[in-house]
């Protein structure tokens, strides 16, 4: 028996990611229509979305669509999304083969994992990969942007490169 998420729910975790410790903040807002009006004030600002969906009800699959549709209306453009199928622990009553799930991810851009939430399954890689390609692209956009706000002096001739002796130096550098 599992509970069901009553608007929004908060919590913290903290992981290692290579040498840098992570904290991440979770939001779990309710999946359910009645819902919808104040979930999606919680979607500006965030860097990473898990979208659930129940593998042994094809309706929840079917509006997956319409939930990535309103994600990317209101999150930023670079937002990492992974498409999770959870319930792995009723795969008897599947009706959402994992092939079609992952074929979508990968047509998406998504990242994909199955999980089951009543047992555990795979409920930490989710966290965990979603949370490393969050801190990789993080990464990667401060390098980017330290490396365009940086003045490379490497084409200057040695004698460029110093000041005449007559010649007064500036007292600071605008970068």
Known sequence: DSRTTIGVEFSTRTILVGDAMVKAQIWDTAGLERYRAITSAYYRGAVGAL????????????????WLKE????????????????????????????EEAKMFADNNGLLFV????LDSTNVEQAFETILKEIFHKVQKQKQRSSQSNTVSLANESPESAAPAQTEKRPCCVAL
């Open 51 to 66: 979208v659930v969906f129940d593998i042994t009800k094809h309706q929840t699959y079917n509006v997956v669509d319409r």
């Open 114 to 117: 199955e999980t089951s939430a």
């Open 71 to 98: 994600l990317y209306d209101h999150a930023e453009a670079s937002i990492v999304v992974m498409l999770v199928g959870n319930k792995t622990d009723l795969a008897q009553a599947r009706e959402v083969p994992m």
